[in-house]
């Protein structure tokens, strides 16, 4: 008989509940391990699951000796514990475990289950049998020996709508998956090769064009509509900087972003040759650029102590007043030079999108962060949605530091992904 091997510290839960019988009847499972070796990183997806899934364990045994293996998940809404890999002679076995958060909600949302990638180093063979262990919604274990393959089932098998893409010059262009039922999220990956730049990228159903969501690192997302899909990206050689900031070089991680408010005089630098990535930003400035993104419209007077006529920033503040987009403080100040933490900004922006008629209604479930209890009542709606569509992300897998500051090149992405999507 096979022994499963559990990691006992990270998933006691799973421990203790993998003790009780597991009626196969139970399960209706059809389920296979997809591969997608793409550079270093093998992406692992089960597909076939009938059924909803509460808990796995997935144990692979690599042909080859990977002792540096890493595990990177890709699940919202599961608690994913360090992979455990053990090497013996010239295979190396890695399991992974994933529990759900939230013991009402189960971790995958249809038939596929995108799980993340490992990265085994160098030298390796993947196999064609893996190990796999379900729990269902009353914590019943499953086990068997599933088979794995390279390529998603055939949409033709009730998998959906075929997706296609293009064969770009200067990048890569990925979906993820290839075929998808209507209302699935399906990941779109549009990477350019080195010293290029992505120009576009955009998905069409017949006619109409789908919004895309940034998610930061070179991927969107977008829900399959009820047909086929076409995604497309176009890619350039990268021109030479054309931004005067030394501390903003080409390469520089923010740099595209840094270069899209700088010309379209969203955001200028701090000096005749600085742009301070690291500086902060007040509360004035952010208000002064949803002012400039909207056309500097004449106004009257800001009605706060603290914002006389004749500043720079005054108009703004006004129209952002008058609008609804910003309030200002019990005391009757709006406190402009005050550095703007992340649950303001998400407010700004989710008031200003509500404001010129933009779609406002994605929630994202934040209890997943361990400091969602700490955002202020006003600005709960704000961050859901912020979350949701991708504008302000967690400062780690499990902090949302609401309260926290924005730096000028965090603000510089986030109005970045925000002009672009809304």
């Known amino acids: 008989m096979r022994r499963i091997r559990v990691f006992p510290a990270a998933l006691a839960v799973l421990c203790l509940l993998w003790i009780l019988p597991a009626p196969a009847e139970a399960w209706n499972s059809d ?17 076939g699951l009938e059924d909803q899934v509460f808990g796995l364990q997935l144990e692979l045994t690599l042909e080859g000796s990977c002792p540096d293996t890493v595990f990177s998940p890709e699940v919202r809404g599961a608690y994913v514990p360090d992979c455990r890999v053990e090497e013996d002679r010239e295979t190396t076995t890695v399991t992974i475990y994933m529990s759900a958060v939230r013991g009402s909600d189960p971790i995958n949302d249809g038939r596929r289950l995108y799980l993340g990638y490992l990265e085994p180093g160098e030298a390796y063979s993947l196999p064609d049998r893996v190990w796999l262990t379900l729990l269902d919604r009353d914590l019943r274990a499953h086990t068997e020996t599933v088979r794995t393959d390279s390529e998603f089932r055939d949409w033709d098998d009730g998998y959906g709508y075929r997706i296609y ?20 999220t399906v990941t779109v990956t549009a990477l350019p090769d080195q010293g290029c730049e992505l120009e576009e990228v955009a998905a069409f159903s017949g006619r109409r064009e789908l919004r895309l969501t940034d998610q930061g690192n070179g991927t969107w997302t977008f829900l399959m509509p009820d047909g086929e899909v076409e995604v497309e990206a176009s890619f350039r ?20 972003e840094v270069q899209y408010v700088y010309e379209r005089g969203l955001m200028n630098g701090t000096g005749p040759a600085t742009f301070s990535p690291d500086g ?16 500097s419209p004449a106004v009257g007077g800001a009605d706060f102590t603290d914002v006389p006529l004749g500043l720079y ?13 910003v309030n200002g403080y019990s005391d009757g100040t709006f406190r402009p030079g005050a550095s703007i933490t992340r649950e ?14 933009g779609e406002t209604s994605a929630r994202a479930d934040l209890s ?55």
């Open 280 to 295: 902060s930003t007040t509360r004035s400035m952010i208000v002064t650029i949803l002012y400039r993104m909207e056309g």
């Open 31 to 47: 389920a296979q391990l997809v591969f997608q070796e793409e550079g270093k990183r093998v992406y692992l997806t089960l597909e």
């Open 313 to 325: 920033y005054a108009p703004a503040v006004a129209w952002a007043s008058a609008n609804g987009i």
């Open 344 to 357: 303001q900004l998400a407010a700004f922006l989710y008031r200003y999108a509500r404001y010129r008629g």
């Open 237 to 256: 050689p990268r021109p030479e900087s054309t931004l005067p900031f030394w501390d903003i070089p080409t390469g520089f991680w923010c740099h595209d």
């Open 165 to 184: 893409t293009n064969d770009p010059d200067y990048g890569t262009l990925r979906v993820r998956p290839t075929a998808a039922e209507e209302g699935e």
């Open 368 to 422: 997943v962060y361990a400091d969602a209890a700490g955002i202020a009542g006003y600005a709960v709606e704000a961050m859901e949605w912020a979350n949701a569509v991708g504008l302000v992300n967690g400062t780690s897998g499990s902090t949302l530091s609401p309260r926290g500051t924005a730096t000028r090149a965090q603000a510089a992405v986030i109005l970045t992904r925000f002009a672009r999507n809304f």
